[in-house]
């Protein structure tokens, strides 16, 4: 078992415990779930290298740029929310004083 990664040794106790369940009807070895699991590795990698690539690098004017936009849009949400909270407090107060006849 040595040289086996501990994710494939997890992945294959699921396995295991699924099978026990009645779940499943094959049983892979746990040498194909460790490959399995270098293969995922090695092609995320792959993946992220490529992405890398065609982005490029990222500066913090990028990242600052990000914050402040999410920034803003939660501030302009939170602004619309607490604006309409508001209005409808305001409908509502004034329904009670028309069903106590205190409108003007």
């Given at each position: 078992?040595?040289?086996?990664?501990?994710?494939?040794?997890?992945?294959?106790?699921?396995?295991?415990?699924?099978?026990?369940?009645?779940?499943?009807?094959?049983?892979?070895?746990?040498?194909?779930?460790?490959?399995?699991?270098?293969?995922?590795?090695?092609?995320?990698?792959?993946?992220?290298?490529?992405?890398?690539?065609?982005?490029?690098?990222?500066?913090?004017?990028?990242?600052?740029?990000?914050?402040?936009?999410?920034r803003?849009?939660?501030?302009?949400?939170?602004?619309?929310?607490?604006?309409?909270?508001?209005?409808?407090?305001?409908?509502?107060?004034n329904?009670?004083?028309?069903?106590?006849?205190?409108a003007?």
């Open positions: 078992m040595a040289g086996i990664h501990p994710a494939s040794t997890g992945a294959y106790a699921q396995y295991e415990a699924a099978k026990a369940a009645g779940r499943s009807s094959r049983r892979p070895s746990l040498e194909w779930f460790s490959e399995r699991h270098k293969r995922r590795a090695a092609e995320r990698e792959r993946r992220l290298a490529e992405a890398r690539a065609a982005r490029g690098p990222v500066g913090h004017e990028a990242v600052d740029a990000a914050c402040e936009r999410i803003a849009e939660a501030a302009t949400a939170t602004e619309a929310a607490r604006n309409g909270g508001e209005r409808a407090d305001i409908a509502r107060w329904a009670e004083a028309l069903a106590r006849g205190e003007r």
